[in-house]
DNA sequence: GCCGTTTTCGGCCCGACTGTTTTCAGTCG
C-alpha cells in the first residue's frame, strides 16, 4: 500500500481544502497544504520518524508534527474529523470541479444545500443557481464543462494509485500458503493512462486461502463477490480488484486472456479458429479433438498462433498483430534503458528538496546524467532571477561528477524550464539562454487560445534555437484539464524539422505526451524525452510511467534521447549548430 | 501555522484571467 506519507499528506490536504471552505485564515490552508506536498514528497517514511525528524521536514512545525504522531498513534486527526462533520464531504468533492473552488463551494452548500456533484447539475438545470450572487450563466457554462471534464476521468484512478495499490496485494498474495505465481494483469499491466478496476490473476491448486488472504486485506470496503475461482472487493478509494485463481498449468493462457484488450484478444482468437485451434483463458486448444496444446506461459500462447512474445502496452489491436507477424514488432524502451532525466525541480523554484538531495538521489537511481531544470521568471512566482540562476549554475558545476559510479560519477546538466508565452516567446533572451546545457519549454497559461495561435505559439517555440524540448506538450491534466487545442501534426513537423525533442512527462496526473500522440509523433521522426519533472525525491521513480507511456507509443532506445550516451545527447543538444 | 543574518512578531509566491461586477472576488498556476 501506500507509503504512510501518502496517506498523511492525503488528510492534511482534506483539512487544507475543510479550512479554506469554512472560512478558516488563508494562511492556514496554505500552511497545511504546503506540509501536505512535503511530507507526500518526503523520502524518508514519516511513520519511521520521531518529533525531531519530522519537524526537520521543510513546512511541518510544532503543530503539524503532533498532528501526525496523532495520525500514526490513533488512525485519525481529532481537528480533521471536527472540520468532517461540519461540512459534507461531497461538499469538498465540489472543489474537484474546474473553476469551483471553496468560496463557490460554501455558497451552494449554504444557500442552496446543494453537498453533491449530482443536486449541483440537477440545480444548474432547474435555474435555481441564476440568483445567487456571484453567479452568472457563464459560471453554470463552466460548471456544467468541468463536470464533464471531471466524468471523462469516470470512476477511473491514476496509474501511480493503481500500482501501488496492486503491488501491495501481490504482495501479500504471494505470501499465501499455495500461492505458485501471482501477477497483475488488464488495463494495468498494459499500462494505460487511467485504471478503471484492477485484475489481480494468482495460481494455486486450491483457491480457498487466497481468496480469503483476499477479502481480508485492510483496505477492503466491500466483498461484491466471492467465488472459488474469481473473487471481487471494492476498497477505501472506491476500486473494485478482481482476483482470479487458475490451475498452475493455465497460467500462461489466463494471464494473456485477462491482460486484453478485448480487441487484441478478439484478434488472437481470429488466429487461433483460422489454424484449427480454439483460445480461451485455459488454454490454447485443437478444435476438433478438444485437445489442449499449450497453457503453460503467454510465450508458447503466442508462438503456437505464429507470433512472438508481444509487450502487454502494445495489445491494443493497434496494428500489433500484424507487425507480429511480418516479424516487425519494435524493441521497446525500457526503464533501464534510460541514462537521465531531462527534467526536474529543485526547492531553488517549486520542488521541495534543495538541489544536492534531488542530485544524490538521482545518482542513486544509476543515472549517467540528469538535468536540473527549474522554472524561468516568466512564472512570476517563482521569483527566478538571472543571479539567481547564475549561483544555482555555480553549484551545480560544483557538484557535477561528485556523486554516482564511474570514472567521471553521474554528469550535471545545467538548465531550465522555460514558460512559453502566448505568442511563443519564452523567458530570457538567446545570449542568456545559450548559458544553459539543456532547455525545456512548456506551456503553462493561456490555455484558450484560438486552434491556429495555440499552434503557432508552438511552433515558434521549437523554432527557437535554444529550445531542445517542449515539456508537458498538451499541458492535459487527467480529470482536470482538457489537452490544448492545436493542430498536432504541424506541431511535430516543426519538431522534425527544427530538431526539437517533446517531452513525455511521467508524472500520473498528465502521462503528455500520451500514447496515440505519441504515435503520430514517431511517424513524423520526431524525438523524445521521457522525464520525471520531479518536485521531489520520490518523483524521480515516476519514470516508469512514462516509459510504459512510450512503450504504448511503440517507442525504441533510438526515439528516446534520454537514453543515448552523453556525447550524443549534448550533440543533439546543440540542435543543429 | 510556519519561519527567521532583515525578524521570536509579522510577514507569508504574486500576477493574470474570468466573470461578475461598477471596483472586485474567486480561481489558478
Request: charged residues 30%; proline residues 4%.
Amino acid at each position: 500500500m501506500a507509503r504512510s506519507n501518502d496517506e498523511i499528506a492525503a488528510l492534511l490536504q482534506e483539512y487544507a481544502d475543510l479550512i479554506a471552505i469554512t472560512g478558516g485564515e488563508a494562511y492556514r490552508a496554505r500552511v497545511y497544504e504546503k506540509a501536505a506536498r512535503a511530507i507526500g514528497g518526503h523520502h524518508a517514511d514519516v511513520s519511521t520518524l520521531d518529533a525531531k525528524g519530522l519537524r526537520e521536514i521543510p513546512g511541518v512545525g510544532r503543530s503539524i508534527a503532533e498532528k501526525v504522531t496523532e495520525y500514526l498513534r490513533t488512525g485519525s486527526i481529532a481537528a480533521v474529523d471536527e472540520l468532517r462533520s461540519r461540512i459534507p464531504a461531497g461538499v469538498r468533492r465540489l472543489t474537484a470541479i474546474p473553476t469551483l473552488g471553496p468560496k463557490k463551494a460554501l455558497a451552494l452548500y449554504e444557500e442552496l444545500g446543494i453537498s453533491s456533484v449530482e443536486e449541483l447539475v440537477e440545480a444548474i438545470h432547474a435555474e435555481r443557481l441564476r440568483d445567487l450572487k456571484g453567479f452568472g450563466p457563464r459560471t453554470e457554462e463552466n460548471i456544467l464543462h468541468g463536470v464533464d471534464l471531471l466524468r471523462s476521468a469516470g470512476d477511473r484512478v491514476l496509474l501511480d494509485a493503481a500500482t501501488d495499490l496492486a503491488e501491495d496485494i501481490l504482495g501479500h498474495l504471494s505470501e499465501v500458503t499455495g500461492c505458485r505465481r501471482c501477477a497483475y494483469a488488464g488495463s494495468l499491466r498494459r499500462v494505460r493512462e487511467t485504471i478503471g478496476d484492477i485484475d489481480v490473476l494468482a495460481a494455486a491448486e486450491r483457491s480457498g486461502p487466497l481468496m480469503d488472504a483476499f477479502t481480508r486485506l485492510p483496505y477492503v470496503t466491500e466483498v461484491i463477490a466471492r467465488g472459488r475461482t474469481k473473487t471481487s472487493i471494492r476498497t477505501v478509494q472506491g476500486l473494485a480488484v478482481d482476483l482470479r485463481v487458475v490451475p498452475p498449468d493455465s497460467w500462461g493462457a489466463a494471464l494473456q486472456y485477462f491482460t486484453g484488450s478485448k480487441a487484441h484478444n478478439v484478434r488472437t482468437r481470429e488466429l487461433a479458429v483460422r489454424a484449427g485451434l480454439k483460445l480461451s483463458e485455459y488454454g490454447l486448444f485443437d478444435a476438433e479433438s478438444g485437445e489442449r496444446i499449450v497453457s503453460g506461459t503467454e510465450e508458447e500462447v503466442y508462438e503456437r498462433l505464429g507470433l512472438p512474445w508481444i509487450p502487454p502496452p502494445l495489445r491494443e489491436d493497434r496494428g500489433e498483430i500484424e507487425a507480429g507477424l511480418h516479424g516487425e514488432l519494435p524493441d521497446l524502451v525500457r526503464e533501464s534503458d534510460l541514462r537521465g532525466d531531462l527534467h526536474t525541480h529543485t526547492d531553488l523554484t517549486d520542488g521541495l528538496a534543495p538541489l544536492e538531495e534531488m542530485v544524490r538521489a538521482a545518482a542513486a537511481r544509476g543515472y549517467a546524467y540528469y538535468a536540473i531544470t527549474d522554472h524561468g521568471p516568466d512564472l512570476y512566482m517563482q521569483q527566478m532571477t538571472e543571479e539567481r540562476m547564475l549561483a544555482q549554475r555555480e553549484r551545480v558545476r560544483e557538484l557535477d561528477g561528485r556523486f554516482g559510479k564511474g570514472r567521471r560519477g553521474m554528469r550535471l546538466l545545467h538548465g531550465v524550464e522555460l514558460n512559453i508565452g502566448p505568442d511563443g516567446d519564452v523567458d530570457w533572451p538567446a545570449e542568456f539562454l545559450a548559458g544553459f546545457d539543456v532547455c525545456v519549454a512548456s506551456v503553462h497559461s493561456h490555455f484558450n487560445q484560438s486552434r491556429d495561435a495555440q499552434t503557432r505559439r508552438l511552433v515558434r517555440a521549437c523554432e527557437n534555437p535554444h529550445v531542445h524540448v517542449i515539456g508537458h506538450p498538451t499541458t492535459r491534466i487527467l480529470g482536470r484539464r482538457p489537452p490544448l487545442d492545436a493542430d498536432l501534426d504541424e506541431v511535430f513537423a516543426a519538431c522534425a524539422r527544427t530538431g526539437t525533442a517533446l517531452e513525455i512527462n511521467a508524472h500520473p496526473d498528465r502521462l503528455d505526451l500520451r500514447d496515440e500522440d505519441i504515435l503520430r509523433a514517431r511517424r513524423h521522426g520526431v524525438r523524445f524525452a521521457v522525464d520525471s519533472d520531479a518536485h521531489a525525491v520520490p518523483h524521480l521513480a515516476n519514470l516508469r510511467y512514462g516509459v510504459g507511456t512510450a512503450q504504448r507509443g511503440w517507442l525504441t532506445k533510438e526515439d528516446v534521447i534520454n537514453t543515448w550516451p552523453e556525447t550524443r545527447l549534448r550533440r543533439f543538444l546543440r540542435k543543429g549548430g
